[in-house]
């Protein structure tokens, strides 16, 4: 097969060439539902309109490697002669607009709005983003949302990840005033400090402020552990090397297995009398069972309950307690990936321990 230029590519990846010309040809090659469509727009705009963008062309090269297996089971092995074939149509720069992340906000609607050039990768983390009010408008195709500081602020952490972003109008005065606020600021989120002898929540919130009204606020591990479960970072000052502190105030903490005695004595001083056992912790053929049986025991041994984590009924009904109290059960696995989207609400838990099983490997 002899490509000239990089169009040929397109037809012969659509399954088309100059002697089968038509749109209703097989693909030569098994393309995705988005790499198909936009090699079809690709092949409009380099015959039709002659002339794409350098973005366009620099997607197009990437998805040349990405198929390189599939073409070379068509004799196609080498893809960088491939990739360094001229286009017969046009190219022109991309512009801002179409390669930026731009966040305006639409008066006449009072929405907020996001538009960004296609990226799947970008689509598939904003899609499962925790706690976000973000919508697709697919006839205007743009994101929209109400006029909130919880959307502000998912387009603020995430955008940057996959664009440059670019702020307009009132937007803009806004993000840049709270960017000057946060450059003179020491804490940004809420956080417990010690100033002049004094403890206290900074940078804190009405809803805070309520629910802090009849907590004391010091250093104690029952303190620290409330704060956790607030959502309450705590300040380097209060925990300084202190393991037990540490672990306190972390709602997601790492505790190596042969330390996790030594933290069963530091939970009894947080009044937890139950614990959801996860990952790696439930019998199954497939773990390493002398290690569950260890944990097991060490937490029998605690006067602790245990409770095998399922989320058949966790939406519908509170998760099963041998408590007789209104603490929180802890939740023990051993892996790392955590979906702390399904410890919430119904399935809430007062700390994610995770194991981690640093002993050497004993070859016998």
Known sequence: MKFQCKEHVIWFMLGRDSATWTSGSTPSINLSHFDYSFIVNMQSLSHDKKEITTNQAQLFDKLIFKYRKQLSTKGITEIE???ALPWQCTIVPSLPKYTNANVDFDKKENLLTIRVPFKKEFINKFRFTRANPW???????????????????????KLPEFFTTVYHNEVNALITQLEKEQSTKTYWDPTLTLSDGEYKVISSNTILDELLTDIKLDNSTQCLYKMSQLGINVDEVILGDDAKLKFASESITEVDLDDFNTCLEWISELECDTFYFGSGLQTRPDIDYKVSVEVRNAVMQHDINIIPFSLNNAFSQPMETLSNSDRLPMFVQMLS????????????????????????????
């Open 81 to 83: 002669k491939l990739q």
């Open 135 to 157: 919508e697709w408008n697919r006839k205007k195709k743009r994101y929209e949302s109400t006029p909130t500081t919880i959307a502000l602020r998912v387009a603020y952490n």
């Open 337 to 364: 990936s955590v979906d702390t989207e399904t410890l919430h609400g119904n399935t809430a838990v007062g700390k994610i321990i995770i194991l981690k099983n640093k002993r050497p490997v004993e070859v016998t």
